[in-house]
């Protein structure tokens, strides 16, 4: 039986299609909300341009590193440019990622994403995407003497 899915009769659509879509382990759905030419930038910055890398990475994504996650919408705001066109953001829980080399139960994540939207005569389709972790009580991220990437809060440096 064909899942059934949230109408994509408004901009808010997006992000409860992305949900359903991921939740049910469903890249051909959540590759269909993108223009064929959509650009989608992940949380650590691997960049795709067509819906059919978008589709790729997630069908990857979906099998080998979030097979178990479960992926929760808590809040969305709407920014309309025109009748047509809009700025979606969603901040989104991850939960049930895949345990990896010393991380044997990784927690549950936040992030945001931004998706530019537009209408088509199919509903509203996505033509961009940038998905953000949000990383608590930090501020930026820097480059450390290993060569690592970290999130740093400069408010925490004293006397300096």
């Given at each position: 039986m064909?899942?059934?899915?949230t109408?994509?009769?408004?901009?808010?659509?997006?992000?409860?299609?992305?949900?359903?879509?991921?939740?049910?382990r469903?890249?051909d759905?959540l590759?269909?909300?993108?223009d064929s030419?959509a650009?989608?930038?992940?949380?650590v910055?691997?960049?795709?341009h067509?819906?059919?890398s978008i589709?790729?990475?997630?069908?990857?994504?979906?099998?080998?590193i979030?097979?178990?996650s479960?992926?929760?919408?808590?809040e969305?705001?709407v920014?309309t440019?025109s009748?047509t066109?809009?700025v979606?953001?969603?901040?989104m829980?991850?939960?049930?990622q895949?345990?990896?080399?010393?991380?044997?139960?990784?927690?549950?994540?936040q992030n945001i994403?931004?998706f530019?939207?537009?209408l088509?005569?199919?509903?509203?389709?996505?033509a961009s995407?940038?998905?953000?972790?949000?990383?608590?009580?930090?501020?930026?991220?820097v480059?450390?003497d290993?060569?690592?990437?970290?999130a740093v809060?400069?408010?925490?440096?004293?006397g300096?």
């Amino acid at each position: 039986m064909k899942q059934q899915y949230t109408l994509l009769d408004t901009p808010e659509s997006i992000p409860l299609v992305f949900i359903e879509a991921w939740n049910n382990r469903d890249p051909d759905t959540l590759a269909n909300l993108f223009d064929s030419n959509a650009e989608f930038v992940n949380v650590v910055g691997r960049w795709w341009h067509n819906r059919a890398s978008i589709r790729k990475a997630h069908a990857y994504g979906l099998e080998h590193i979030f097979n178990r996650s479960t992926l929760r919408l808590l809040e969305t705001r709407v920014k309309t440019l025109s009748d047509t066109i809009a700025v979606v953001h969603a901040r989104m829980e991850l939960s049930g990622q895949r345990p990896i080399d010393t991380v044997s139960n990784p927690g549950k994540r936040q992030n945001i994403f931004s998706f530019v939207v537009h209408l088509t005569p199919d509903g509203w389709r996505c033509a961009s995407a940038h998905n953000t972790d949000v990383v608590p009580n930090q501020e930026t991220n820097v480059v450390n003497d290993s060569g690592k990437l970290v999130a740093v809060d400069y408010r925490d440096i004293k006397g300096k």
